[in-house]
Each structure stands twice: as C-alpha cells, then as structure tokens.
C-alpha cells in the first residue's frame, strides 16, 4: 500500500465519549473555582463587617468615655452619642438604633452603670445608675449562647429574661439602650457613717453591642469598658453668676435675684456672702443646670439721724459666691461675683462722746459697721458759732481722737461724720452730736499714791488704793488695761473715797490706772499705771 494512503488511514479525531468527559472535568474545575470565589467573597464580607464594626464599636465608645463623669448614664449617653456626627439614627422607622457603615446597616445597643468595689466598704447604692449585683460576670460562651447568630440586637428568646443579659448588651425593647445593667440592691448608708461608703461610685462599666446581618457566623461586636472615677472634677461646676459685679443704689431695693449656670446637672447648689454660707437655691427646669437665689437686701431709712433698719445690708461691696453638688456632695469649681451698695449716706455713729480731759479733749466712738467706711470727719462748735472741720481721720478702724489744743470756752460741741468711699450722691454721714463742754473750767487734779495688791493668796481679787485729789472732786473712774476712753472699767463716786475691789479678774493680771472727775464730768489725767 502505498505511503500516502497509509498515512491518512491513521488520521483520527476525538471521540464523543472523549470530549464528554473532557467537558465534565471542566465544568467540575469551574464549578470548585466558583465555589472558591464565593467563600473566599463571603470570607471577605465578613471580615469587612467585623473590621467595620469594631471600628464603629471603638467610635461610640471614645464618644462615650469623652462624656463628664457625672452625666455617663445610659439615656443622657445615648443621646449624647446619637447627637454625633454620623452616629444618629439612620433609620428611625426601623427597630433598634441603625447605622449604616460602607453600604452595611449596623444595630447598635450602649449602656452604662456604676459599680461600687467592695474593696473600699459598700454604700446606698442608687438602683437606677448602680450595675445590678452579679453583674460582669457573664462569659463569652454566655454571651454567644444569649444573643445567638441571626443578627438581631435583642438576641435569642432567652436573652429577654436573662438575668445576665446587660453584660450581653441585649436591647430587648430596640430603644438602643442595654437592658437589665442597673438594678442595685445597695446597703442602709446613714450620712457621717464610717461603717459604709459615702461615696460608692467608684466607676463605671460601658457595655457597647454591635450587630449586623451580613456575612458569617455570629455576626455581632461586644466590648465592656471602664471609665475610673475622676474625684472633685466629676462634681458639678458654677460656670456662670448673674447679674455680674451688680451696683445698687436705689434705697427702695430690698431684694436682688441671682441666677448660677452649672456645667452639668447638680443635685444642690448653696450661696456664700463673703464666704458665709447663706442656703440653698432653688432649681429652675429639670436640667439641674439653672439655679436661682434671692440676697434679701432688708429695709432703708433715708431720714437723716435715723437708726438701720430691721435686717438692713450695709452699704459696702459684698462677694457673692455660688457652689454646686452632686448627690454624694461633692462640689466643683465656686462661681463668683460682686454687688456694691450705695444706698444712703453713712449712719450716725455708736457711742460717740468727747470728755474734758486736763488741758484736752479726748474723743472716742464705736466702729461704724458700715463695709464702705474709709474714716471719719470731725468738727467743732463754739456756742453758736458755725460748725468747724477739725480734723480728717484715715481709716475706719481708728476710733479715737484727742484735741490738744481746745478753746477755753462754754458751750463748746463736737459733731463726727462716717466718710464712705464712695461719695456718689452723699456728700457727707448723719451727724454725731456730743454733750457741750464747758472747757472755760479747769479740769480737777489727779490723786495720788496708786497701788494695787492681791486681796489673798488666791488672786481672785485686786484692792487699789490711792490718796484722794486736792480740790473738789466728784469721784474717781477707773481704767483697766490701757489709759484710753475705751479702756474705762468702773467709776466710784465720793471725792472722800479712796479704795476700789476688782474681783472680776478673769484668771488674768492687769493693769490699772485712775482719774478724778469732777460735777461737770470732766476728768484729770491718768496717774501711772500699776499692777498688782
């Protein structure tokens, strides 16, 4: 045969049977790839929504922990973290708090308690912010078993009466609040007792449960943080008191309102004047951030030569300071401000008198207890002759003045004015009138030969004695502990007496000198000071 037909003899093809199962073995080869594709897409799909969610987990958290301490409840966090950027809820007609992340709805729950360590005493803890006891113990197989793998952020049937579902962060009623966190029994707690913990909030847990439907397997984030309690800067804040630096000068103000502005929501807010506690103010709305006080300013009586009136407030510059609480009373930063009176002129001043004194004439009063008083003005008057400035005083706290150099006249008064710093509207104080002087008279002589011993060895008792005055004297008066009018102890009457019994000693040693005085109550100088 020849080569030619040989050779295309041999040639052959492919059989159906061959191609068949060529065909098979292909398509078993794209159906394994395929089926590669789709688990290894799900696989992605469901690390994207893990990664996804943690990252949105970790979000509503730091939102959560950058909250003040006092306000980490669960409703004001949730609102708080809801009023974020990006963080409302992006399907309100939906059950649950929804939001939707890289085209994936998320259902997120949050809760906060406080828990109190037991490590520092137990105290009244408050059921509705305190962690219900036993909470924070669940485990992770707990958790996975109560809020299963459908997705739902209410978990399985049992979650809905677990007593362990708040460390799930199960939201059975989908408000986007844990449910069962708070709940605590707490322990009889008197005020003052050392046996129990006054302040029982040592800190907080925040339970965050997120939850989605795509991808495998659980489906759901849980992550429980801690918050530490931060002491006094937990405490409520006075960020604001008004009127600020106020000025009243009306004398028909009785009464000034002021308004406090705390931070955050305090449990109480108290009132200073000058630091002295005054009382509590009074709450206006439900924040417990806005607070109201009344200065009750008392009565005025313009008339001149008239006396204060019933719980009158000087004039003066007063500080006006406000302090806010928290239910376990500590407080915050002290919000300050100012109110200056100037609603009449100085009052007549207390126990002003003037003594003929030797060749002088010694003055002396009361303090004004008036704030704005910045000294005193002193005049003088010879019969009916016009009213003299003598002398300007500095300084309120100086009370005493001697005119060396007084006329040698009948009749002679002295008048004292109050000087305030602020004169606006008041030239001058009411006036303080002394008896009249008779200065033409010479004052009587001093007596002689003071002493002073103890009457027993008890020292319970001073006897002084002394030679009695040449002249004609009325008596004697006694000084104690200083020479000044101030200083005046007692005044023993009859020129002819000559002795004097301190039994008021006090368990002190004093000093004592002595005067004579005559019908018209002017007085000699002192003698020399002794002491027993």
Known sequence: MPAAARIRHEEQGFSIAEVLIAMVILVVGLLGSATMLSQASDTSTTTQAREQAVALERELVEVARGMPYGELTTPLMVSAVQGMPGLGDADPNAGGWQIKRRGIMYTVAMGVCSVDDPQDKLGADDPATFCIDGTGTATAARCRALLGISGDIRGTAAAATAADRGDCGVDVNLDGQVDGLTGATGVACPVGSTTCDQIPDDYKRIVTLVRWTKGQGARFALQSSTVPYPGFS???????????????????????????????????????????????????????????????????????????????????????????????????????????????????????????????????????????????????????????????????????????????????????????????????????????????????????????????????????KWTAAPGSVAGYRIYRDGSSLSAQYDTVTGGATTTYTDTKLGGATHQYTIASIDANGAESPTVTPVTP
């Open 234 to 464: 937990a405490a409520p804040v006075v960020v604001g008191v008004t009127p600020a630096d106020a000025k009243i000068i009306d004398p028909n103000t009785s009464s000034q309102l002021y308004s406090a502005t705390t931070n955050r929501s305090a449990s109480s807010v108290g009132w200073s004047l000058n630091g002295s506690p005054q009382g509590g103010a009074t709450a206006v709305g439900a924040t417990g951030t806005a607070w109201t006080f009344p200065f009750a300013l008392g009565k005025v009586i313009v008339t001149p030569g008239a006396t204060p009136g019933a719980g009158e407030v000087f004039d003066g510059t007063y500080e006006i300071s406000a302090q806010a609480f928290d239910r376990y009373g500590q407080y915050g930063r002290t919000g300050v401000t100012t109110l200056t009176l100037n609603r009449r002129q100085p009052y007549k001043l207390i126990n002003f008198r003037a003594v003929h004194v030797g060749s002088t004439v010694a003055l002396d009063w009361a303090q004004s207890p008036e704030p704005d008083i910045t000294g005193y003005s002193i005049y003088r008057q010879v019969g009916a002759g016009s009213l003299d400035l003598v002398t300007t005083i500095a300084g309120a706290q100086t009370t005493s003045w001697t005119d060396a150099a007084p006329p040698s006249s009948a009749g002679v008064v002295y008048v004292a004015r109050a000087v305030e710093g602020d004169a606006t509207g008041h030239p001058h104080g009411d006036d303080t009138t002394s008896a009249s002087l008779d200065l033409s008279q010479n004052a009587p002589q001093p007596p002689s030969g003071l002493t002073a011993a103890y009457t027993d060895a008890t020292q319970t008792s001073v006897v002084l």
